[in-house]
């Protein structure tokens, strides 16, 4: 009975092959239009085998490829600084797209491919198909949201793309293979959850850390660990599902199966590589030159030049800074202090928040220096702003003040560092800030 059934299922798919052969005879030349690579991306029969079929479609994919690359790096990555980030996505994809075809050659029970040039050139080609999904990404919602609805956005816009890639290309397969649809899809989960499961979500460093992270970094942990969890799941749904595949099923006797011939001739429309090429030029002219701002403000940081940071940002403004990377650089130690200690009454109001906030990070970290906190103790004259963040904040600098100050008295601690820091809490105890438990600190420690 099941070979009766399968006999019928190869007879199917040899008709529609024969049919698209057929079509093919009469349509020998055939140009794709912008139709055909929406109902592509749709998934419906007719466009799926137009494009298997069309000789255009390998460099149609290739320049989707590419402007997919630029779409989700053109505000995120400086292309003079790092040009090959914008090539990752061939990489990428090729390394997937022999996974997938490697993982075929070895589950034959489910899809076995004929590994010729042109097989491997219609499976790169439809797999690069689906790449105009990716332009999702391109819309800059940082530009129009805060950064917390931005986040959610993007992970929104990832989810429905990864949903909506993987079942196209589920239903490709099915109609150019004649394989049952959901093989593919038992396939993508085993494809995917394997080698994802070699890679932590969580970050070492972070959790070693104990470093406090902000509202949108924690959006994306939840979001990270929760589709790693999906993919757990389907590793180990998949897995019996594969073994049982194995041991149960019989290997077909029909052999690999075959895509359409590729037997339409068809040309890429310069239409499109202007518009595409267009598009992304004018993107790149408008966040490169903030991109290379944002570059240079955290080079100098890098560096210790913070003096020459808050005089390179004098007259810039934040709308002058890309919005999708952050100005506070993950995982610093003090800079965030030695910044606020720079700080004058002539810098721009979102520079302060800027400094502000990068100094509250660096204090409820911990992570600090005694020298950064010498430096801001020892500033004078105070700002207002810089009272009022104190005073906001009073728990955190206390909580940090309250780390330092009893190393004071360990016999390995600089005797001159020592005393100089014991002088500037002392004279720091005017303002009001310092809580009475670091006040009976400074007593003990002076008594000594």
């Known amino acids: 009975m099941s070979e009766r059934l399968n006999r019928e299922e190869i007879d199917s798919q040899e008709n529609d092959l024969e049919v698209a052969d057929l079509k093919g005879q009469v349509d020998s030349h055939y140009n794709l239009q912008v ?52 090539f990752i996505p061939f990489a990428a994809s090729a390394i997937m797209i022999l996974w997938i075809m490697l993982w075929f050659q070895i589950n034959t029970r489910t899809l076995s491919i004929l590994l010729k040039q042109r097989q491997m050139r219609s499976f790169f080609t439809l797999f690069w198909m689906t790449g105009p999904l990716a332009f999702l990404y391109a ?63 969580v970050s070492i460093v972070g959790v070693m850390s104990g470093s406090v992270l902000s509202p949108e970094q ?70 490169q030159p903030k991109l290379n701002i944002h570059h240079k403000f955290t080079s100098l940081v890098r560096q210790d030049k913070y003096d020459e940071a808050l005089d390179f940002t004098q007259d810039l403004n934040r709308d002058d800074f890309v919005k999708t990377r952050p100005l506070i650089i993950k995982y610093t130690h003090d800079e965030g202090i030695y910044l606020m200690v720079g700080l004058q009454d002539t ?33 004078r004259p105070l700002l207002e702003s810089d009272l009022e963040f104190l005073k906001s904040n009073k728990e955190v600098f206390n909580e940090f003040l309250f780390d330092t ?42 008594n000594q």
């Open 405 to 446: 100050l009893p190393n004071t008295k360990a016999k390995s601690y600089e005797k001159k560092k020592g005393s100089q820091l014991i002088e500037a809490v002392s004279n720091f105890v005017q303002y009001g800030i310092i809580s009475d438990i670091n006040l009976e600190h400074l007593k003990q420690v002076q």
């Open 347 to 379: 810098h721009p109001l979102w520079l302060k928040e800027v400094v502000y906030n990068w100094a509250l990070k660096n204090m409820s970290e911990g992570w600090s220096k005694d020298e950064a906190l010498l430096a801001l103790l020892n500033k």
């Open 218 to 287: 924690e959006v994306l942990r939840n979001f990270t660990g929760g589709s790693m969890g999906v993919v757990s799941i389907s590793f180990f749904v998949s897995l019996p599902v594969t073994l049982w595949q194995f041991v149960m099923f019989k290997k077909a006797e029909s052999g690999p199966v075959v895509f359409p011939n590729i037997d339409q001739k068809g040309r890429v429309s310069w239409v499109f590589i202007v518009l595409a090429s267009l598009i992304s030029c004018l993107a790149l002219m408008y966040f």
């Open 35 to 86: 139709k055909d690579m929406l109902f592509y991306l749709l998934g419906r029969r007719e466009a799926i085998l137009k494009v298997a079929r069309n000789s255009s479609s390998l460099w149609y994919g290739i320049l989707f490829v590419f402007f997919a690359g630029i779409a989700r790096e053109y505000d995120q990555e400086l292309i003079s600084k790092n040009l090959e980030i914008y």
């Open 139 to 201: 819309f800059p919602v940082e530009e129009f949201f805060t950064s917390m609805v931005a986040v959610n956005i993007n992970l929104s816009l990832l989810t429905l793309v990864a949903l909506w890639r993987v079942f196209l290309f589920g239903r490709v397969l099915h109609i150019c293979t004649g394989v049952n649809f959901y093989a593919p899809l038992i396939t993508a989960c085993c494809v995917v959850a394997y080698p994802s499961l070699m890679f932590k979500y």
